[in-house]
Structure formats: structure tokens, C-alpha cells
């Protein structure tokens, strides 16, 4: 099945997640930034429109968002385009599902991860399973690291081998005087990979922590629903390109539905 038609399959079933969720977190997400483009000495003027969501239920949660992401070229040598990509995560944990009790000190819980990031536009699809470590930190709303496999599939693309994943999220909120704030985003390591005919793809390291001002309280004193801010990308060997290490701040606009 050609890449573009799994997102209307993966929005429906979400949807019908969603509909016997114990809490749920819809956003969008408006970012603009001056991009590297890897594997080039180019650079993109981009537009991104983030469609986020977060929801838990009996066993578990899901997690999924989806970027369209519009590049202006900044050199003549290179082209305007634009570009889909998506992520989702299913998290079963250990607690819910057998009521065993694993918290210790800084660990909450542990449990099972499956997910999945898709590129349409090069019909390319990573399958990521692997453990969900979750973590009790002090004044954090959530910490939690996945160690997972990194495995490429695609049917026009040369294969990849198998990799895998490290991925730390979080969320902590803060308060100056009356001002809300919070600094929320995830750090990952990929690993390294031989690719068929060849070619290898570098380690990469990517982190994008959002630093977000609940404007909305302060407008109209209603919490958490729009915020404004910044994320700071910092990637190095971005997409395995050991030429290319970006660091890029980008103006940040978020609406929670």
C-alpha cells in the first residue's frame, strides 16, 4: 500500500481510540525557521502545520502527530516543495495490564512501545518496537525514555539495516509571578546503518525542546489553550548526513483543541 494512504487509516483509527479515552490532548502546532536541507549546502525558508494528539485509556496510550511542512528554496539551484511526515506511538503498560507494581525511586512503570514513522513523498516506513521506561520526577507533568528497534521498509527505497531508537520526552511546567510557562519536547538518538548498494547512513542525535508562554491565561484568563513561544532544534548528522548539523530556533504558535 503506497505511504499517503495509511494516514486516512491511522486518523480513523485514532478517532475511534479517542471516542473510550480516559484523557485526551488535541493540538496544532504553527512553526516557521530557517531549515538545512541534508545531504545539500541548501537551505529552506519552511512553514509547518503540526497536527498532535495524546490519549490514555484502560491499558495504555497513544500518542501520533502529523507535519505538513512547506520549504520556499533560498537558492536559485534548488526548488520549492512540500512534504508530509508522521510519527505514531502505542504504549502498553505493565501496571495497567497486569497490576504488577515495578515503581522504584525514580521509576514509575514500564511497559511495551510500538510505533511507526512515514515519509510519503520517498514511500519510506520505520517500524519501531521495543520498552517504554516511565519516570516519577520531581514538578515534571511526565518523563519517559523508549529504547527501541529502528527497522526501514520501504518498496522504492534501498534497504536499511536494522537499527534502533533512544528517545527521552517530557513536559515541566513553571510559573514566574502569574505567568505560565512550560518546557516540553524529546531528545533522540538514532543509530547508524549499512544501506544495500553501499551507502550508510550516520548516527544522528536530534533534540527539540518547546519553551511555550500560556498566552491564553493572560488574555482571557483560560489555561491551556494557546500558547506561544519557541523550539530550538539542534540536529546533528541530520537525517545520517555527517555534513549537515543544524541548529535552528523556530517561532512557535500552539492552539489545543
Known sequence: MPLARLMPYCLLLLTQAANAADWSTTELHLQYATFDRAYSNHQTQSTILTFQHASGWQYG????????????????????????YGEFYSH????????????????KDIGLVAGFNFAPEVDTLYYLPGV????????FAFAKFD?????????????????YMMDFAWSLPFEIGSAKFSLTGHAEYISDANINGGGYRQPWLL???????????????????????????????????????????????VWRL
Not at 500518542?63 to 511542512?69: E, P, Q, R
Not at 517504554?132 to 514538578?139: G, S
Not at 519553551?211 to 530550538?232: F, I, P, T
Open 61 to 84: 496510550d497513544n500518542f501520533f502527530f502529523i507535519d505538513h511542512a512547506s520549504h520556499r528554496a533560498k537558492s536559485k539551484l534548488d526548488s520549492d516543495d512540500s512534504t508530509f
Open 92 to 107: 502498553l503498560s505493565l501496571k495497567k495490564t497486569t497490576g504488577i507494581d515495578v515503581s522504584f525511586g525514580p521509576l
Open 132 to 139: 517504554r521506561i516511565n519516570l516519577d520526577l520531581p514538578y
Open 147 to 163: 529504547i527501541t528497534a529502528y527497522i526501514h521498509n520501504s518498496d522504492q527505497q534501498p534497504k536499511q539495516e536494522t537499527g
Open 207 to 253: 533534540a527539540q525542546p518547546q519553551l511555550r508562554y500560556d498566552l491564553g491565561n493572560n488574555l482571557w484568563n483560560k489555561a491551556d489553550q494557546l500558547y506561544v513561544g519557541v523550539e530550538y532544534q539542534m540536529w546533528i548528522n541530520k537525517l545520517g548526513d555527517d555534513f549537515t548539523d543544524e541548529n535552528t530556533i523556530q517561532a512557535l504558535v
